[in-house]
């Protein structure tokens, strides 16, 4: 028996780095999972894999920033699975580390509507099949710059920071209803997101090294678990330590 056995997991961003592998550990742990994202081809590479395993998973092809994208998504999810469980926010975007000066209004729209107001979409879609059983879980993805200046530019920097609200206002609306919501802050992670940053910024990291998905994976299956339910409208870095010399 996994610590998920039996949920149902929807993750967005799931067919590529942190997203892809929080998805493979949520089926390794028993939870049947959706791959949501654009790339219908690592999208269906990432199913089979799951399958290959002998879990179960279905892969959607999600804009999280259309409605009607989210609204078929978690119908065929629903139809296909019965329920979701966890609600796993982590479709993302950068900004090249652009000051508010470099930043052009529709770069600034794309972002948002991507890092911000499509959680909110997302959440909105599925809390209420969360709340009609009492208990469900929703894990947003922030980021070091949930906390800092410097890890992005203007537009990323201020979306992680209001993920961050979010989450909280989440918890505090709906924790009693049975809604468990967290944030993970990633640090500097080995993902297609991270490449081409220089590995200068390694030698602040008290950890000396890059973290790798399948770290950031595994405290998304605890907050997903039962283990977690006294965990609450928190925030936890998973950075090597590097936002502490900040």
């Given at each position: 028996m996994g610590k998920l056995t039996g949920k149902v997991a929807f993750v967005t961003g799931?067919?590529?780095?942190?997203?892809?592998?929080?998805?493979?550990?949520?089926?390794?742990?028993?939870?049947?999972?959706i791959v949501a994202g654009r790339d219908e081809e690592d999208g269906t590479r990432i199913v089979k894999e799951i399958e290959g395993k002998g879990g179960q998973a279905l892969f959607v092809k999600l804009d999280i920033t259309e409605k009607e994208d989210i609204k078929q998504s978690v119908q065929k999810t629903v139809n296909t699975f019965g329920t979701i469980d966890i609600l796993v926010n982590g479709a993302g975007i950068h900004d090249s580390y652009d000051t508010v000066l470099d930043t052009d209004e529709e770069s600034y729209d794309q972002l948002m509507a991507i890092n911000v107001k499509g959680p909110f979409l997302m959440?909105?879609?599925?809390?209420?099949?969360?709340?009609?059983?009492?208990?469900?879980?929703?894990?947003?993805?922030?980021?070091?710059?949930?906390?800092?200046a410097g890890p992005g530019g203007s537009a990323y920097v201020t979306s992680k920071?209001?993920?961050?609200?979010?989450?909280?206002q989440l918890a505090y609306d709906f924790g009693k209803k049975g809604i468990k919501a967290n944030l993970i802050a990633p640090g500097f992670i080995e993902t297609p997101m991270t490449e081409g940053i220089e590995d200068d910024r390694l030698k602040d990291i008290p950890a000396q090294r890059a973290g790798k998905p399948e770290e950031v994976a595994a405290l998304a299956v605890f907050l997903a678990s039962d283990e977690s339910d006294y965990i609450q409208g928190t925030s936890i870095k998973v950075d090597g330590g590097w936002t502490i010399g900040r």
């Open positions: 799931g067919t590529s780095g942190i997203g892809e592998f929080t998805a493979k550990a949520f089926s390794e742990n028993g939870a049947k999972v959440t909105k879609e599925i809390l209420p099949i969360l709340l009609e059983k009492g208990k469900g879980t929703v894990i947003n993805i922030g980021s070091q710059a949930t906390f800092v920071h209001a993920i961050e609200g979010f989450t909280k």
